[in-house]
């Protein structure tokens, strides 16, 4: 029996929903490539340092890994190390998944496109275009989402709120380049929720890890939501973190980061099988809908 063998990298995996994701996910998509007799291995590899990041990078293809995701705080890093830089990561100098094989270490970004989507699976007629979009953190989750919407619509405007304003200005500076066109403004936290005026139709798209089960919070404490608005966070764990919570009360709609994870995953395996990434989702809305099921039993509360 051959051995499907992949990893995800970064810090503070205990909660991560990936290894069940790949062994369900495998089961639809490696019988579509006449790989369902495979077992599959997902691990999860927590990597306090750089050094151990690149040093088990350097050793995957020798130890009979086919693949790797890759999440805080080391995508910079996998852009670095990788010998080729596949569509989107080539713009955002960042990516999420990695393919290894003997004589090169590609790299790819799935996160935008699995936002997307993720996005356009729960609202079919959803348009940016409508929206002010709003981006709560500037890191490589935030590059990946702005790189992805704004080269597909143009947003009404955009503003980019951040602790580092330094940070947030070197994002708005990329975006301005890759997509120009909407009026774009970094904001500190403070500012935005404490802001006088009160434009209608925001897409607010939380991309921190604060919420998460091991940061819990809320950022935007006090901001007055409106009904109009929509409010997109990240994670996953647990499926409606207080952002999300407070956005809903104010009756605006809402999207936790669920169907972002199934899809960027989904799109991730077909990157390992093949070396392409493909233009929209690969699984039907009844895989989709099962996946969101078997994941949610196994989210906190």
Same mark, same amino acid.
Request: glycine share 6%; net charge negative.
């Given at each position: 029996?051959?051995?499907?063998?992949?990893?995800?990298?970064?810090?503070?995996?205990?909660?991560?929903?990936?290894?069940?994701?790949?062994?369900?996910?495998?089961?639809?998509?490696?019988?579509?490539?006449?790989?369902?007799?495979?077992?599959?291995?997902?691990?999860?590899?927590?990597?306090?340092?750089?050094?151990?990041?690149?040093?088990?990078?350097?050793?995957?293809?020798?130890?009979?890994?086919?693949?790797?995701?890759?999440?805080?705080?080391?995508?910079?890093?996998?852009?670095?190390?990788?010998?080729?830089?596949?569509?989107?990561?080539?713009?955002?100098?960042?990516?999420?998944?990695?393919?290894? !094989?003997?004589?090169?270490?590609?790299?790819?970004?799935?996160?935008?496109?699995?936002?997307?989507?993720?996005?356009?699976?729960?609202?079919?007629?959803?348009?940016?275009?409508?929206?002010?979009?709003?981006? /709560?953190?500037?890191?490589?989750?935030?590059?990946?989402?702005?790189?992805?919407?704004?080269?597909?619509?143009?947003?009404?405007?955009?503003?980019?709120?951040?602790?580092?304003?330094?940070?947030?200005?070197?994002?708005?500076?990329?975006?301005?380049?890759?997509?120009?066109?909407?009026?774009?403004?970094?904001?500190?936290?403070?500012?935005? /929720?404490?802001?006088?005026?009160?434009?209608?139709?925001?897409?607010?798209?939380?991309?921190?890890?604060?919420?998460?089960?091991?940061?819990?919070?809320?950022?935007?404490?006090?901001?007055?939501?409106?009904?109009?608005?929509?409010? /997109? &966070?990240?994670?996953?764990?647990?499926?409606?973190?207080?952002?999300?919570?407070?956005?809903?009360?104010?009756?605006?709609?809402?999207?936790?980061?669920?169907?972002?994870?199934?899809?960027?995953?989904?799109?991730?395996?077909?990157?390992?099988?093949?070396?392409?990434?493909? &233009?929209?989702?690969?699984?039907?809305?009844?895989?989709?809908? !099962?996946?969101?099921?078997?994941?949610?039993?196994?989210?906190?509360?």
């Amino acid at each position: 029996m051959s051995v499907f063998k992949a990893a995800l990298l970064g810090k503070e995996l205990s909660h991560s929903l990936s290894p069940m994701l790949h062994r369900e996910l495998f089961k639809i998509l490696g019988s579509k490539f006449v790989l369902k007799n495979s077992e599959v291995v997902y691990d999860l590899v927590e990597c306090v340092e750089e050094c151990d990041f690149a040093a088990w990078i350097k050793t995957a293809a020798t130890n009979g890994y086919i693949g790797a995701n890759v999440t805080y705080p080391y995508k910079s890093k996998a852009f670095n190390l990788s010998d080729r830089h596949i569509g989107v990561s080539s713009f955002i100098d960042s990516a999420n998944v990695m393919r290894f !094989s003997d004589d090169e270490v590609q790299c790819a970004s799935s996160d935008g496109a699995g936002l997307l989507n993720s996005i356009l699976r729960e609202y079919s007629t959803f348009d940016m275009e409508r929206y002010h979009l709003v981006l /709560i953190g500037a890191g490589n989750a935030a590059r990946a989402v702005a790189y992805s919407l704004c080269t597909k619509w143009m947003p009404k405007s955009l503003t980019i709120v951040n602790r580092d304003l330094a940070k947030g200005e070197e994002l708005a500076e990329f975006c301005i380049a890759q997509s120009p066109g909407p009026t774009v403004r970094v904001m500190s936290i403070n500012d935005f /929720i404490h802001a006088h005026e009160e434009p209608r139709y925001r897409l607010i798209i939380q991309c921190t890890p604060v919420g998460q089960i091991n940061h819990p919070g809320d950022l935007l404490t006090g901001f007055a939501w409106h009904e109009t608005d929509f409010a /997109i &966070d990240l994670i996953y764990n647990p499926i409606k973190t207080s952002f999300l919570q407070n956005a809903s009360h104010a009756g605006a709609k809402t999207l936790n980061g669920l169907g972002m994870l199934i899809e960027q995953a989904a799109l991730s395996q077909i990157f390992w099988l093949t070396g392409l990434l493909p &233009d929209g989702s690969p699984l039907s809305e009844g895989e989709y809908k !099962s996946l969101i099921e078997i994941l949610s039993y196994s989210i906190t509360p």
